[in-house]
Nanobody
Framework: QVQLVESGGGLVQAGGSLKLSCAAS????????MGWYRQAPGKQRELVAV???????NYGDSVKGRFTISRDNAKTTVYLQMNSLKPEDTGVYYC?????????????WGQGTQVTVSS
């Protein structure tokens, strides 16, 4: 019922920048929160950043001051601007949304986009 389309991953050198985007569509009544998580090989998935419907943001400790999460005016697309990238930022980045759909509240995940930071 809800589709998430991610884009923007790729290969970048340490110190470089990338911008991820995730567009949500479908039978959405309201988006409560949108965020990004990442998973490195052999590690658990971890929070990168989240933004609520009211615009409140929260970041993982390892990305504070380097990454910025934002949304478009329609609040259906979330962005992650990643600056000063480090090799340890390498992983698959997943978009996550918490939405209200007809008769239910659900959480959805994107398909993931690979980010690789070379040293």
């Amino acid at each position: 019922q809800v589709q998430l389309v991610e884009s923007g991953g790729g290969l970048v050198q340490a110190g470089g920048s990338l911008k991820l985007s995730c567009a949500a569509s479908g039978r959405i009544v309201k988006i409560n929160a949108m965020g990004w998580y990442r998973q490195a090989p052999g590690k658990q998935r971890e929070l990168v950043a989240v933004i609520t419907d009211g615009g409140r943001t929260n970041y993982g400790d390892s990305v504070k001051g380097r990454f910025t999460i934002s949304r478009d005016n329609a609040k259906t697309t979330v962005y992650l601007q990643m600056n000063s990238l480090k090799p340890e930022d390498t992983g698959v980045y997943y978009c996550n949304v918490n939405v209200i759909i007809p008769f239910s509240q659900q959480e959805y995940w994107g398909q993931g986009t690979q980010v690789t930071v070379s040293s």
